[in-house]
C-alpha cells in the first residue's frame, strides 16, 4: 500500500533521501496538512468523470490526493529536480502525468487537446508559487480554457483582493478582471504551520467557478480592462481625475464631465467605489466618445 506523502515526517524523510534542497526562489512551500489538502480537493467537486490540471506538484502531495478522485491529473513543474521524487509518490496512480516545464510559457491549450478530452470538465487546483500567482491566474482566464472551477491556495491578501466587493481598500483593478470571468468564493484562511518551509505570509484557499459568459456586455475588453485599470492608477484620485489623465488632454477634458453623467456617475467618486455594472457602462460611453 502506498502511503500519502503529506506528513511532516514523510516529506522530510523523502527530500533526505533524494538530498533534495529548497528552492525559495520558485516557492517551494510543500504542504504537510491532510485535512488542508481534504479542503482543496473537495472544494474542486471533482469527481471519476473529470480531469484536474495542477501548478507545481512540488513532491505530489497534492497530485496524490487529486488522482484518488478525478480520472486524469495532469502536473506541470517547472523543476526538473522534483521529477525523481515525483516519480516515487505518484507510482501507482498511472492516470496521473508530469509535465516539465513552466506553465506560464507552455502550450495549454495543446495540453489539454492531449491530457483532456476523455475527461468532461477540467479544474485547476494548484497550491500556487507565490511569486507569481497573479501572472498565473489571469493567464488561465484570458486564455478562455474550458475550465469549471479553479481552486488555489495563495497568499491571503491576494485572495481577498479577488474576492472584494466595491467600497473597501482591498477592491481594485484585480477584483474586477477576476470577478469578470468567475465568481470567487475565500474557501478558507490557512495557517503557516501547514508547509514546510512556513512562508512568511498567511495564506489561503479562494475557488474560482468560471462563469459561461461575462457578468456585464463589454464590446471591447481590452478598452474595458483600460479603463478599469486606469480607474484605480491613484487611488485616492477621483475618477475624473484618473480618466482625465489617461484619456484626455487640457483641452478635451471638460468632455470627460458630460461622459460621466450620461453613465450615470458622479466626477467626484472615486474608483474603488464602482460596481462592475458601472465600468462596464462607463467603457461603452467612453469609448463612443473618444472614437
Ligand atoms: N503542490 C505542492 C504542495 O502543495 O506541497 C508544491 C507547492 S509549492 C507552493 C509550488 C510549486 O510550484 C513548487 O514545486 C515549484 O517548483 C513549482 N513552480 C514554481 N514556478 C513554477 C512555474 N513557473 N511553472 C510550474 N511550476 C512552478
Known amino acids: 500500500v502506498l502511503e500519502d506523502i ?33 479542503k482543496i480537493v473537495s472544494a474542486a467537486n471533482l469527481d471519476a468523470a473529470k480531469g484536474a490540471l495542477e501548478i507545481g ?22 523543476d526538473q529536480r522534483l521529477l525523481p521524487l515525483l516519480q ?27 491530457h483532456f478530452h476523455e475527461v468532461a470538465r477540467v479544474s485547476v487546483v494548484a497550491n500556487l508559487p507565490y511569486y507569481i500567482t497573479t501572472p498565473i491566474i489571469m493567464m488561465l482566464l484570458e486564455q478562455k480554457l474550458p475550465l469549471e472551477n ?39 484562511v490557512v495557517p503557516r504551520t ?36 486606469a480607474s484605480f492608477v491613484q487611488r485616492r484620485k477621483t475618477i475624473y481625475n484618473n480618466l482625465a489623465s489617461k484619456f484626455f488632454s487640457k483641452e478635451t477634458k471638460s468632455e470627460l464631465e458630460h461622459i460621466l453623467h450620461a453613465a450615470g456617475i458622479e466626477p467626484s467618486r472615486r474608483g474603488e467605489t464602482l460596481s462592475i455594472e458601472e465600468y462596464a457602462v462607463l467603457s461603452r460611453h467612453l469609448s463612443q466618445a473618444l472614437r
Do not use: W
Request: glycine share 6%; proline share 6%.
Open 194 to 229: 501547514v508547509f514546510i518551509p512556513q512562508p512568511n505570509v498567511d495564506s489561503a484557499v479562494i475557488k474560482l467557478k468560471v462563469r459561461e459568459r461575462p457578468p456585464v456586455d463589454v464590446e471591447d475588453e481590452s478598452f474595458f480592462f483600460d479603463v478599469v485599470h
Open 150 to 188: 479553479i481552486v488555489v491556495m495563495i497568499q491571503k491578501e491576494v485572495a481577498e483582493r479577488m474576492a472584494a466587493k466595491p467600497g473597501g481598500k482591498e477592491y481594485g483593478s484585480l477584483s474586477i478582471a477576476v470577478q469578470y470571468y468567475c465568481e470567487p468564493e475565500i474557501v478558507t
Open 6 to 38: 503529506a506528513t511532516p515526517k514523510r516529506t522530510n524523510d523523502l527530500l533526505k533521501r533524494h538530498g533534495f534542497v529548497l528552492k525559495k526562489s520558485l516557492g517551494q512551500n510543500f504542504l504537510i496538512d491532510p485535512n488542508i489538502l481534504n
Open 88 to 114: 516515487e509518490t505518484l507510482e501507482g496512480y498511472p492516470h496521473a502525468a508530469v509535465i516539465h516545464g513552466d506553465v506560464l510559457k507552455i502550450d495549454l491549450k495543446k495540453l489539454f487537446d492531449e
Open 57 to 78: 506538484p512540488g513532491i505530489g502531495a497534492l497530485t496524490q490526493q487529486l488522482a484518488k478522485v478525478a480520472k486524469r491529473v495532469v502536473a506541470v513543474e517547472i
